[in-house]
């Protein structure tokens, strides 16, 4: 190499020297190679080989399997030194050279092979596990890859030590050890997780309280109750080992019970974990207390003896007799005694049986005793005036007595009870009586009583009421009949000292004599008071309180009161002296008063006793305060002087103005003027008017005032190629702006907005652009804003073919229109900038030209000669999923397809393509070394999923759509509707549980799914989470509705319990679903309170209902 360079002669003779030209040595190198490495990749890694080439000029093919190799789909770079291999896959495992041709030479690598690694894939994932506590559970996952795999076993994302192989065992598991397991699988592709797989450890079945031994009495309830733990129970009762019926859950109970269900009982519980039998509960049963014979009544004598007897069966019995329900000591045993009785034995008797079952308490027996006739009480001696009533009267004790009265000993006809009346004796009447008394233990005959009879007083003329004016004389005068008389005036039920007489006078009388008068009058059959004779004294009318003059606003109320004394008043009211109809009474009112009501106002007093007239009271009336012209609104601009007024009535007045509820300071009359304004005066203006009656405010006047029109950002000059877009924006403040762009001088037709858009622009769009902005405070044009569109250039491309398999091809670019310095630059491997490409293999090769501007882009397909024409069938293809479509190439030997995802071999001419995407797929064609090339995108079509979500509001249901894929929508309601919204909203007419289908459609196929929905038409308030219970109408007439939701609840009971505690209703129900309604009939029931009860889960709920029968 260091002989290279230039040479010359240098030739001498005897006529001088000459030199020769200059000859130039090149050493060109010999080629040496080092060839591409070995490649061990994973799949879809990139894969390269380097080939290193010492010479002159050298040029690179690349080779695979012998066969010359060009870029594209994943291959590049194979006229290169480097040959790269992205996203490998099973069609690229093969053996590669590169040949090198160099000025010294030409050379081929030796082969380098590409080995393809397997990822890392779990074939088989770990199984979900349910198994008892103590247990054993093994989780195990199968996978395959390269390399020798491991494994990390993890617990809810958490790594457990040591578990590191393809199975995990755990021994002895708890209830701590559930969860979720995963495991971890590495090889030398990558590492993958496994799927979830859920431990669940059941809980082993125990009995944590056990059934107990009960001894109760016949007819009464009884309920044995277990509880156990453990997962999946089940309940068996049964009595002397012998199932029982129907007994199938944690508790049983018998009502009513009988003395054949005594005995031992005890419950099997079954669960996922085993079986476990209770304690036995053994029952026994006494039997009721009960009265078969009761005592009964009895009459006897005083002085015999009596016994009552009871007969009872029952348990334990104990006997306690009662007199009038208390206990008698002593007497405790069936029967009781008494001897001799007395009259304070007769009574009621009754007896108290205690048993081990109750207590009894017999009827009652009555104990009556007669007794001995007797006269306790005799009748006595009377003496009356004629006319009075006379009653004589006997008490007697004994039995089944009667009685006969006498006068002078002979019988009195029908006089035959214990008393004897005579009405309105008579001188006649007098005489002597007895009685004669009868009973069952004998006779006995009353003492005698006298009846003397004296003459009455009577008065045959009373004193007579009287009405007089003050200084009168007065006289009352009665007149009587009797004997031995004397007279007592009284007034007011007080005696009149010296007021003996049969008339008193009063002279000159006051009013301190008015009042009511009677007289006495005592005689020997006793006294007489006579009838009540009123004097009433009449005073003069005279005024004590005069009515007094008022000064008020207009539209109040105004009152004239007068007070004066005398009798039988009347009123009337004059205003200027001309009486006011009406106006009769001792006040005066005017309502709402007006101007026309002022004047001098007085009343006529008028008496029994005179008529008098007051002094005049004058009545004032004031204006009131009113606003009869209102502050008015305004816009202004900024700058402007704005002037609010107010025009307003009354006495007084003073003004006050305000902006936004605060006082304006010195903004005190009937006008505001506000010079200049700017943006802090805008608000609310009012007035406040205050004057002598009252204070009144305006109604708001609004200012508004706009801000002048103001750009605060220009548009900006633009330059683009044609055909890109361009927008001018302007950025302007100010109050209901509008915006006019102009294209010179000349508007712009629907160019309206802050914003213009020349879509696709072309060189006639070119110039100077303005906006003219208007606003409510003046107009505005922007800055002109220049358009300047630069031309594409428009490129045209030839080709010269390759050789088969050979890179000699070229391809050029010719501009058709559009000038500038252009630049160039091809796609191909070493990015060309030059008007021809030259060494090109075949392919489809871009070339970007700019012209200092803007660029274009042109494509030039360089072909072999001899080369295949390589066609599809089909051409493109849209394909469902899980579906297949056969694609065939034609017109060459052999193909290799590009990628090779989703095909079933991808180096045959007829492929079978299975899509889970959408690909383009490039088939090259190869026939006597030549290659050509064509391309299918397959589009993948999934099948439709169907889903949704819902909430309800009462009996409102929003359906949410959740499905994938889909082009139509089918809902039935379960309701008989049925609906095509996308999400649709349904008021369902009445309560209940229904069934939402949804069926999802697309060109593939169809999709069902179906959830149930509970709706309500009254609020249900939860009580708990996920709990909800409520009883409507209440109050009512008894018809209820019960409303339960719960979402773990199958089986409950309802109790009805009244006011005193007892249980009135018990009823067992079902729940299929969520949410359970029922009617429920209590209208049997009384009126009144209750508690109603709802028993799950050993658990209650309780709310209070009332009863009205309306």
Not at 93 to 116: F, H, M, R
Not at 511 to 540: H, R
Not at 699 to 727: K, Y
Request: charged share 10%.
């Amino acid at each position: 190499a260091g002989d290279a360079g230039s040479y010359d002669c240098v030739v001498t003779g005897t006529c001088g020297n000459l030199t020769s030209n200059a000859a130039s040595l090149t050493i060109t190198l010999s080629l040496t190679l080092t060839s591409p490495t070995d490649q061990d990749v994973c799949a879809g890694s990139t894969a390269t080989f380097n080939v290193i080439a010492n010479g002159s000029n050298p040029t690179y093919v690349w080779r695979k399997n012998g066969t010359v190799m060009v870029n594209g789909g994943n291959i590049s770079g194979v006229n290169t030194a480097t040959l790269t291999i992205t996203n490998s896959a099973a069609g690229d495992v093969a053996s590669y050279t590169c040949d090198v041709t160099s000025d010294c030479g030409n050379a081929t690598s030796s082969a380098a092979l590409l080995t393809l690694n397997a990822a890392t894939i779990i074939t088989t994932q770990p199984l979900a596990v349910t198994v008892c506590e103590g247990g054993n559970a093994t989780f195990t996952v199968v996978a395959t890859g390269s390399g020798t795999l491991t494994y990390q076993w993890r617990k809810a994302s958490v790594n457990i030590p040591g578990a590191n192989t393809a199975s995990f065992t755990i021994t002895g598991v708890s209830t701590a050890d559930a969860g979720s397991y995963d495991v971890v699988v590495t090889g030398t592709c990558g590492n993958t997780t496994s799927s979830a797989a859920v431990l669940t450890v059941n809980a082993t079945t125990a009995i944590t309280t056990q059934p107990l031994t009960q001894t109760v009495c016949a007819g009464t309830n009884v309920t044995f109750t277990v509880a156990a733990t453990g997962t999946g129970l089940t309940y068996q009762w049964r009595k002397g080992g012998s199932n029982i019926t129907g007994a199938t859950t944690a508790s049983y109970t018998i009502s009513g019970v009988a003395a054949g269900d005594a005995g031992t009982y005890d419950v099997v519980i079954t669960g996922t974990c085993g079986s476990v039998t209770s304690n036995v509960a053994i029952l026994t049963i006494n039997a009721v207390t009960a009265i078969t014979t009761q005592p009964i009544s009895q009459t006897a004598c005083a002085g015999s003896n009596v016994t009552f007897t009871v007969v009872a069966n029952g348990t334990g019995l104990s006997y306690q007799w009662r007199k009038g329900g208390a206990n008698i000591t002593g007497a405790t045993s069936a029967s009781y005694s008494i001897s001799g009785i007395v009259a304070g034995d007769a009574g009621n008797y009754d007896v108290v049986v205690n048993g081990t079952c109750g207590n009894v308490t017999s009827s009652v027996a009555v104990l009556t005793i007669d007794a001995v006739t007797a006269i306790t009480t005799q009748p006595l001696t009377q003496t009356v005036c004629e006319g009075v009533n006379v009653t004589f009267t006997v008490a007697a004790t004994g039995t089944g007595l009667t009685y006969q009265w006498r006068k002078g000993g002979t019988d009195i006809s029908g006089a035959t009870t214990a008393t004897y009346s005579i009405s309105g004796v008579t001188m006649s009447d007098a005489g002597n009586y007895d009685v004669v008394v009868s009973g069952t233990c004998g006779n006995v005959t009353s003492n005698m009583a006298v009846l003397t009879v004296n003459a009455n007083v009577l008065i045959t003329t009373q004193p007579a009421a009287q009405e007089l004016c003050v200084g009168s004389n007065a006289t009352f005068t009665v007149a009587v009949s009797g004997t031995v008389l004397s007279y007592q005036w009284r007034k007011g039920g007080s005696d009149i000292t010296g007021a003996t007489a049969a008339s008193y006078s009063i002279s000159g009388i006051t009013a301190g004599d008015a009042g009511s008068y009677d007289v006495v009058i005592t005689g020997s059959c006793g006294d007489v008071t006579s009838a009540s004779a009123t004097l009433t004294v009449n005073a003069a009318t005279l005024i004590t309180g005069q009515p007094v003059g008022l000064s008020l606003c207009e539209g109040l109320n105004a009152t004239f009161t007068v007070i004066a004394d005398g009798s039988n008043l009347t009123y009337q009211w004059r205003k200027d002296g001309s009486d006011i109809t009406g106006a009769v009474s001792s006040s005066f009112t005017i309502t709402g008063i007006t101007l026309t009501d002022a004047g001098n106002y007085d009343v006529v007093v008028t008496g029994s006793c005179g008529t008098v007239t007051t002094g005049p009271a004058t009545l004032v009336v004031n204006s009131a305060t009113s606003i009869t012209t209102q502050p008015v609104g305004q816009t202004a601009c900024e700058g402007d002087n704005v002037t609010l007024s107010t025009v307003a009535m009354g006495d007084n007045l003073t003004y006050q103005w305000a902006l936004d509820g605060t006082d304006i300071t010195g903004a005190t009359s009937a006008s505001y003027i506000i010079s200049g304004v700017t943006s802090v005066d805008a608000g609310t203006y009012t007035c406040e008017v205050t004057g002598t009656c009252g204070i009144v405010t305006s109604s708001e006047a609004i200012l508004v005032v706009n801000s002048a029109t103001a750009i605060t950002t220009q548009p900006v000059s633009v330059a683009i190629c044609e055909g890109s877009d361009a927008t001018f924006t302007v950025v302007a403040n100010g109050t209901n702006l509008t915006y006019q762009w102009r294209f010179g001088t000349n508007d712009i037709t629907g160019a309206t907005s802050d914003t213009y858009t020349i879509a696709g622009a072309s060189l006639a769009d070119a110039g100077s652009f303005v906006c003219v902005i208007t606003g409510d405070c003046g107009t505005i044009t922007s800055d002109v804003a220049v358009l300047t569109v630069n031309e594409v250039p428009v490129l045209n491309t030839s080709v010269t073919n390759a050789g088969c398999g050979a890179s000699d091809g070229t391809a050029t670019v010719s501009i058709i229109s559009g000038s500038g310095t252009n630049t160039y630059l091809w796609s191909d491997a070493s990015a060309q900038s030059t008007e021809t490409a030259i060494n090109l293999g075949m392919g489809t090769y871009s070339v970007t030209v700019n012209n200092g501007n803007c660029s274009a882009e042109a494509t030039a397909t360089v072909l072999e000669n001899g080369a295949p024409t390589v066609t599809v069938d089909p051409t493109s293809a849209t394909v469902c999923e899980g579906q297949s479509v056969t694609i065939t190439a034609n017109g060459a030997d052999s193909y290799v397809w590009t990628p090779a995802d989703f095909l079933d071999n991808a180096n045959t001419g007829i492929v079978v393509c299975t899509p889970g995407a959408t690909t383009t797929y490039t088939v090259t064609g190869t026939t006597a070394g030549c290659s050509a090339q064509a391309q299918i995108t397959v589009t993948f079509s999934p099948l439709p999923i169907a889903g949704f979500t819902y909430t309800s509001d009462m009996l409102v249901a929003t359906v949410t759509d959740a499905s994938q894929y889909a082009d139509s929508w089918e809902y039935t309601m379960g309701d008989g509707t049925t609906l095509t919204d996308q999400s649709p909203v349904h008021t369902y007419p009445y309560s209940g549980t229904f069934t939402i289908t949804q069926t999802v459609t697309n060109s593939c196929g169809t999709d069902v799914v179906s959830q149930d929905i509970e709706v309500l038409d009254i609020q249900v308030p939860f009580v708990s989470d996920g709990i909800a219970f409520n009883v409507y109408p209440n109050p009512g007439n008894g018809n209820v509705n019960l409303v339960f939701e719960a979402p773990a609840v199958d089986n409950f009971t309802v109790r009805l319990i009244n006011s005193v505690g007892q249980v009135v209703y018990t009823g067992d129900f079902t729940k299929e679903h969520r949410l359970f309604i029922a009617p429920l009939n209590f209208t049997y029931l009384a009126k009144g309170v209750y508690q109603l009860q709802l028993i799950y889960n050993e658990k209650a709920l309780q709310t209070t209902i009332v009863i009205d029968k309306f």
